[in-house]
Structure formats: structure tokens, C-alpha cells
């Protein structure tokens, strides 16, 4: 385990976008923790595209951690349609909350961005170092480019300010709070709720987007907000980390071990009128390795807890 470089007791922690999966996430994770307090804000009460909201109420709650969890995210299809939505809103999120932690005197600033910043055709694993060498993959260039903007401040606010700023880069990411829209969701979400209601249904087949032959790999929140504070504990460097758990999977395996999980029998039914996008982008995690952190939550465990949430949060009679 890494030595301690900031010790979190007693401080006042903002999570930027706590209601949102990510978010969320890094809320339960910190009610382990000693925390001085907890600062929250909805985009209601504070428009983070906004700069003058932004820092006004940086300087009246004083926060001295800052966790930047919020951010406008989608799927295939939400960034391959609303590309300027994605890189505007990102990029002014990534800007504003920069400056007014930085304006505000905080003492740390975590960045969560996105494995979709490297390279289409990046070598796989993606190790960090593949960041910029390529060009990316057009389905989410909008939202990779404000979350290559995100990183590239914190790094150059350290370098020119000294501001400790730190940057993580998560791959697919699912779990409690995840967004289960048809159109706008994530590849896992999106068949949780496909394969659910074919089963509903006693419908034949379940309609996959693309060939399935893509992999990707996912990695629970809950894990993610564990390695977010273990890497505000124990990280200080300029660049960033990735966190991810390793190993990938087809989407026609996940969409398989989803149906087992589910108890769907059904056979599956690919589109290829709608994009595969990146064939693959597993993440090079030697760095967090280094760290010594390791994910816990096995993939059939936490698809089986999604879909407890889903049935629970998301289906007719849901609470
Ligand atoms: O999670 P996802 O939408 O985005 O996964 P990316 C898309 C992959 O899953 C593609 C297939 O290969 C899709 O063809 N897929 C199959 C589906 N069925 C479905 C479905 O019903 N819905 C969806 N959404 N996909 C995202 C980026 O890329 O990764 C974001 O666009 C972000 O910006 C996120 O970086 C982590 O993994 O392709």
C-alpha cells in the first residue's frame, strides 16, 4: 500500500454531481470515512456550466476536497447524436470547477473522466502514455475531448500553480443509480433492461445493438468510489491513473451471462445498423496496481445486484 499523501479527517468534501451514479457512489463510499463534512449541491441550486454560480459557491461553502463526479454522460448513441451537448456542457463543468477550487483555496481536486480519451486504435491494454498519439473514436469524440481538456487542466494547474490536482480515468462503469433510459443508457444497462422485459414479455429474442463482437470492460461504482479515495489518499502525481479491473468481455458474452443472470432463455438478436464504436478499450491498470488497490466486486455479482436495483428502482410498481 502506498504512503499517505493527504489525510481526508475532518475536511469538507464537495461531490460535484453526487446524485448521478458516480456520484452517488462516492457519497456511501465516504460515509466510511471521518469526513468533516459533506457538501452537496444540486444543478438546480448550482449551474456548474456556469462560471460566476460556480465559484460563488465554491467561496461560500469552502469545501478543502473537491470530488468532480458531475458531468453529462450517455451512451453510444446519446454521444454519437449530441456531440456538441457533450463536449460544450463537459468542457464548461471541467473548466469552472478547475478555477473556482483552485480561486477557492481548495487543497485537493480529483478529475473522473473516461477511458473513451484514448486513441480508436490505441494498442491494448490502453496504458496512459497512449493518450493524444491517435485519432479517437468518432462516436464520442465530443465528450472525449472535453474529458482530454479536463485532464490536461488539472495537469497544467499543478504545473503552473502547484494546485494538487489529480485525474482518474474509469472504464465502463455500471451499477445502483445507473441510468436505464433505452436510448440514452450504457451498453449494461441497456440489456438489463432489454433482456428484463423480453422476459416479461415471453418474448422470442432481445435486440442487440452492433455485430457483439466489440469488448468492453466494466468496473462496479462502488469499486470505482473505493479506488477514488484511495487514490485521494495516496496519489499526487501530474498524470493520470486509469481504473479498471483488467479484463473484458464481448458484448455478446456480457449480453449472454445478463440473460443467465436474468433467467431469459430467448435467443439474441444483433443490429448491425447501429454502431459498434471502439472494437475494444481495456485499460492498462499497472499504475493503480501500484497503488494497491484491487477491485472487489466480481461481474456476475454486480450484475445481479444492478438488476435487484433495476426491478426495485426502475420497473412498474417499482418503489
Ligand atoms: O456503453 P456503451 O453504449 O458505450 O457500449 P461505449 C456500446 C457498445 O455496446 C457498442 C453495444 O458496441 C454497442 O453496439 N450495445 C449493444 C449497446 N446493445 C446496446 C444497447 O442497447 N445500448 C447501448 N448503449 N449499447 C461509451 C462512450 O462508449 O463509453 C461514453 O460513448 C463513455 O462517452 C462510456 O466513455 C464509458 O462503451 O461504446
Not at 481536486?109 to 480519451?117: P, W
Request: negative net charge; charged residues 25%.
Amino acid at each position: 500500500m502506498s504512503e499517505q499523501v493527504y489525510d481526508l479527517a475532518g475536511k469538507r468534501v464537495w461531490v460535484a454531481g453526487h446524485r448521478g451514479m458516480v456520484g452517488s457512489a462516492i457519497v456511501r463510499r465516504l460515509g466510511d470515512e471521518p469526513i468533516g463534512e459533506l457538501i452537496t449541491a444540486t444543478s438546480a441550486e448550482v449551474d456548474l456550466t456556469r462560471q460566476e454560480p460556480t465559484e460563488a459557491f465554491v467561496a461560500r461553502t469552502r469545501p478543502e476536497v473537491v470530488v468532480m463526479a458531475a458531468a453529462r454522460v450517455g451512451g453510444i448513441e446519446a454521444n454519437r447524436t449530441r456531440q456538441a451537448e457533450f463536449l460544450y456542457e463537459n468542457l464548461m463543468i471541467a473548466a469552472n470547477v478547475t478555477e473556482a477550487a483552485y480561486r477557492g483555496g481548495v487543497e485537493r481536486l480529483v478529475v473522473l473522466g473516461s477511458s473513451c480519451i484514448y486513441p480508436r486504435e490505441a494498442p491494448q491494454p490502453m496504458a496512459e502514455s497512449s493518450l493524444l498519439t491517435g485519432p479517437l473514436e468518432p462516436t464520442n469524440e465530443g465528450y472525449a475531448i472535453a474529458k482530454i481538456a479536463a485532464l490536461e487542466l488539472g495537469k497544467m494547474y499543478r504545473r503552473q500553480y502547484g494546485f494538487d490536482a489529480i485525474s482518474l480515468m474509469p472504464t465502463n462503469l455500471y451499477g445502483p443509480g445507473d441510468n436505464y433510459d433505452p436510448v440514452s443508457s450504457h451498453v449494461m444497462a441497456a440489456l438489463i433492461r432489454k433482456v428484463h422485459e423480453a422476459k416479461v414479455a415471453g418474448a422470442p429474442s432481445v435486440p442487440v445493438w452492433g455485430t457483439g463482437t466489440p469488448r468492453r470492460e466494466f468496473l462496479h461504482v462502488d469499486d470505482l468510489a473505493d479506488a477514488t479515495l484511495l487514490a485521494l489518499s495516496t496519489y499526487a502525481g501530474e498524470e493520470h491513473v486509469n481504473v479498471g479491473v483488467g479484463e473484458d468481455i464481448s458484448i455478446r458474452e456480457l449480453a449472454e451471462l445478463i440473460c443467465e443472470v436474468i433467467g431469459y432463455e430467448g435467443e439474441l438478436e444483433f443490429d448491425p445498423s447501429k454502431p459498434d464504436g471502439m472494437p475494444r478499450k481495456l485499460l492498462d491498470v499497472t499504475r493503480l496496481r501500484g497503488l494497491g488497490w484491487e477491485p472487489r466486486i466480481a461481474l456476475r455479482d454486480g450484475i445481479a445486484e444492478a438488476y435487484r436495483w433495476f426491478v426495485e428502482h426502475e420497473t412498474v410498481g417499482a418503489g
